[in-house]
């Protein structure tokens, strides 16, 4: 399989697991006001004064321009193509097809396919193959898999990849698959998609069309940007109607398929290499004479149509530089990307000092959700941009106070009292910065402040079980709204190697610069 979306640095979370977009609502329209303005719409004077080059397209067409005719000669065109093309990349989760495997063979190969699927979510080929090659070295296990491992191994093995879930629910699906169904994943995708957590419909359809030669369709990002130019679909891409004339096109180049799972891996294939959403190269597709996108690009189209059965859903097309017909990669339609979710949190480096060791304090977050089971400082989420330099230094005192034991001797910004030595002294609160992270939802800044303790006894403070950190930002839902996490103290040398996400490395390497420089 391929990337699923462009690879940007999201760093860590939070994904879907499969291309299940959600249904955007459209204004109601009557069926003769889209056909009259999909015939008859001109540029207003208005949009002539914004751009004298801008148009659009007016090319009424039939509802059957949006369905597959020939998928029997398509497939051999596209089959070809891939034959020559499968290998190129070097993915090693793609074998062919070979029926004559028992059904723990099959088992296996629908786990390696199950495993590259979930890696390949947000994330690069090239990225995804050491990675995978790591993973099956450690779980090639059949029947077992990754199910007698634990969240922080996992995680170990996926440190750097990123979207951190996608590693807890496979852990998850293979414990379920372990332990209720025999060691096997379904072999059909109804039953794949309705019991395996974080199994969708495309990583469903894509594993039992690959490993079982079920006959079940595929859709993911690359799937459906081919699948909008070869049926001309130009209306909201996540909208219903929309999703159900991609999924039923997709399903029609599977329908009758000899080997179902090549088909799919060479429409994904397809949309990975040529397809592309920008520079498309056409003239190398082996679908080009079926596009009706390239057909409307070149003018070359011959559509007639009755007006009873002209298509409602389409949107006129705008065009520019001079051109008259739209180019393909006017599909699918463009839609404005939501604005990430600005968010500030707190994040305290607490340090413990006694001698010559130097230890640091983590907690483990929940094992749902962002970045789970992974990690991180002592954090208060979600803080008002207006926060104040005391108010920071509360949050760190609310948060020791939870994690810690024992209380603590507040010395700071006082000389240390040494008159107690068996409570251990906060001692500093220092400012370290500030640390941007985006993930493909949230756009986090983090506020590093370096936060140091002394004192107390021979070994770090002693710590809470299982606490319940406060957040100053949600005082109204009480401590005991909020997750209890574990905490632990770590040596220097050791931070690094602990099951941190890309952010926490960011929030450790500006926390660095004090002593650093000191």
């Known amino acids: 399989m391929t990337k699923r979306k462009k690879d940007i640095d999201y760093s860590s979370e939070d994904s879907a697991s499969d291309f299940e977009p ?12 889209r056909r009259a303005t999909a015939a008859q719409k001109v540029p207003t004077d208005e949009r002539a004064e914004a751009s004298a080059l801008d148009t659009y397209a ?81 779980f090639q296990q059949s029947r077992t898999w990754c199910a007698a491992s634990d969240i922080d191994t996992v995680n170990g093995l996926w440190k750097g990849l990123g979207y951190y879930s ?24 109804k039953d794949m998609e309705a019991l395996i957590p974080g199994v969708g419909r495309y990583t469903a359809g894509a594993i039992c069309s690959i490993a079982f030669n079920e006959q079940v369709p595929v859709l993911d990002g ?13 209306a909201p891409p996540k909208s219903k109607p929309s999703l159900d004339l991609l999924w039923q096109g997709a399903e029609t180049m599977v329908k009758g398929a000899t080997c179902a799972g090549d088909v799919n891996q060479a429409l994904i294939e397809l949309g990975s290499t040529v397809c592309k959403p920008r520079d498309p190269d056409c003239s190398s597709c082996p679908l ?11 003018k070359v189209t011959g559509e007639t149509g009755d007006i009873e059965d002209l298509c409602t859903l389409c949107d006129p097309i705008p065009i520019s530089d001079g051109h008259n017909a739209p180019p393909v990669t006017s599909y699918p339609m463009k839609v404005e ?25 983590l907690t483990r977050r929940p094992e749902g959700g962002l970045l789970a089971g992974l ?24 948060l020791l106070s939870c994690l810690i034991k024992s209380p603590l001797l507040d010395s700071f910004p006082k000389a240390a009292d040494t008159a107690r030595s068996d409570v251990p002294r906060l001692v500093k609160i220092e400012r370290a910065g500030d640390v941007l992270h ?63 996400g890309t952010g926490v490395s960011k929030v450790w390497s500006q926390a660095r610069t004090l002593w650093e420089r000191n």
Request: one cysteine or more; aromatic letters at 8%.
């Open 438 to 500: 985006v993930f493909s939802h949230i756009r986090k800044t983090y506020r590093v402040q370096w936060v140091l303790l002394e004192g107390g006894g021979a070994s770090p403070p002693e710590l809470a079980k299982r606490s319940a950190l406060a957040s100053s930002a949600k005082k109204t839902k009480g401590a005991a709204g909020l997750p209890k996490l574990e905490s632990m103290w770590i040596l220097l040398d050791d931070v690094e190697k602990a099951n941190i």
């Open 222 to 234: 690359n799937v459906s940007r081919l699948m909008s130019r070869l049926l001309a679909i130009h």
């Open 288 to 298: 080009q004479r079926w596009c009706h996108a390239y057909q409307i690009a070149e």
């Open 375 to 398: 990690h991180e400082f002592p954090t208060s989420p979600e803080v008002p941009a207006s926060i104040s330099a005391l108010e920071e230094r509360e949050t760190a005192m609310t």
């Open 337 to 361: 990307r939501k604005k990430q979710r600005e968010e500030l949190n707190i994040v305290s480096v607490v340090e413990w000092r006694n001698g010559g060791d130097r230890w640091f304090l």
């Open 166 to 189: 996608r590693a807890a629910r496979l852990l998850a699906g293979a414990k379920k698959a372990v332990e209720e169904l025999g060691g096997r994943l379904p072999d059909n995708a």
């Open 58 to 138: 007016t090319s009424p067409h039939p509802r059957s321009r949006h369905l597959i005719a020939s998928p029997d000669l398509m497939r051999p065109s596209l089959l070809k193509w891939y034959s020559g093309a499968h290998e190129v990349r070097g993915m090693p989760w793609r074998k062919p097809f070979d029926p004559s495997l028992d059904a723990d063979a099959r088992a296996q190969r629908a786990y390696e396919v199950w495993i590259s699927e979930i890696m390949l979510q947000q994330t690069q080929v090239a990225t995804v193959i050491p990675y995978y090659n790591r993973w099956m070295s450690n």
């Open 22 to 33: 959600t249904v955007a609502k459209r204004p109601v329209v009557s069926r003769r006001k």
